[in-house]
């Protein structure tokens, strides 16, 4: 009887872990533009322009976790959506996935509204001429928050990178503008954000304008960073990532990941290719 009983217990723990070892592993999507994701694919350009996300998987221990950059170049937080680029990534969500959302630099004119209000204005699109609702920059990126929130996942929200441009020995900072409403969403929906802009830009500082020119960018691009630039963010993002209160990505990170300078790039599709044609 002994025996059966310890028999009936090793098949339930078999059992137990069986189903365990099947359980799909978590998904970080990124979304976002060009300064996350450079090239058709992820994979740069002729001008070796490329952006963090195709770096940040060397940080993290992809046997544990998925990552998937869905970044396209070009995007603003509304037109990402407009596309159907957002409604592939929400079809996917699962819980226990995180989206790690970082819009701004082609948010301007009226792309979407400035600030983080209520306020909409009323716009005739050239391509469909159809009427299109115009929100504001913080508007979206609550959108992004709360429809990733419902799928039960994680959304962390970040700032975006700083424009290789200085003033004074000083690098531009945009604390008051995109950088700021994406905090305020952030904070109104309560759910981290890493504050991206002041991390690099705190790094640039450090490192001097002649050596933010030299190692991180061209001279013909203030926008984005060459691979060495965008290994930098990556790292830092990481960085901001394990400074949050919960820090609920840890866990999948790397405890000694490899040296940059052995980082490989993650190619990703072209996810355009992917939404249903209308």
């Avoid at 407009?82 to 301007?108: E, S, T, Y």
């Avoid at 929906?189 to 490192?207: A, G």
């Avoid at 405890?255 to 939404?275: A, E, H």
Wanted: aromatic share 8%; net charge positive.
């Amino acid at each position: 009887m002994k025996k059966i009983k310890i028999l009936v217990a090793l098949v339930i723990v078999g059992l137990c872990c069986s189903f365990i070892n099947l359980a799909p592993k978590p998904t970080v999507y990124l979304i976002g533009d060009s300064t996350m994701r450079h090239g058709v694919h992820g994979n740069g350009d002729e001008d070796a322009r490329w952006g963090w996300g195709s770096f940040i998987y060397n940080l993290f221990d992809t046997t544990k976790v998925s990552i998937q950059n869905h970044a396209l170049g070009g995007t603003s937080s509304r037109s990402y959506v407009d596309i159907g680029l957002w409604d592939l990534v929400v079809k996917n969500l699962k819980p226990g996935d995180f989206v790690i959302m970082q819009f701004g630099h082609n948010d301007n004119g009226r792309v979407s509204l400035k600030g983080n209000g209520e306020d909409t204005i009323h716009v005739i699109n050239p391509r469909t001429k159809e009427v299109q609702v115009i929100h504001s920059f913080g508007w979206n990126m609550r959108k992004y928050i709360e429809e990733t929130k419902a799928k039960g996942a994680t959304p962390i929200v970040c700032s975006l990178v700083p424009r290789n441009r200085w003033t004074n020995g000083k690098i531009n900072r945009d604390d008051h503008a995109h950088g700021e409403w994406a905090k305020m969403a952030a904070e109104q929906e309560h759910v981290d954000f890493v504050d991206l802009n002041t991390i690099i830009s705190d790094h640039y500082d450090k490192m001097g304008q002649d050596y933010v020119l030299a190692h991180y960018f061209t001279s013909k691009d203030p926008v984005h960073t060459i691979d060495g630039g965008a290994k930098m963010s990556a790292s830092l993002v990481v960085e901001g990532l394990k400074s949050l209160k919960d820090a609920p990505l840890t866990k999948y990170l790397l405890k000694k990941p490899d040296n940059q300078d052995n980082w490989k790039f993650q190619p990703s599709p072209d996810y355009r290719d992917m939404v249903p044609k209308k």
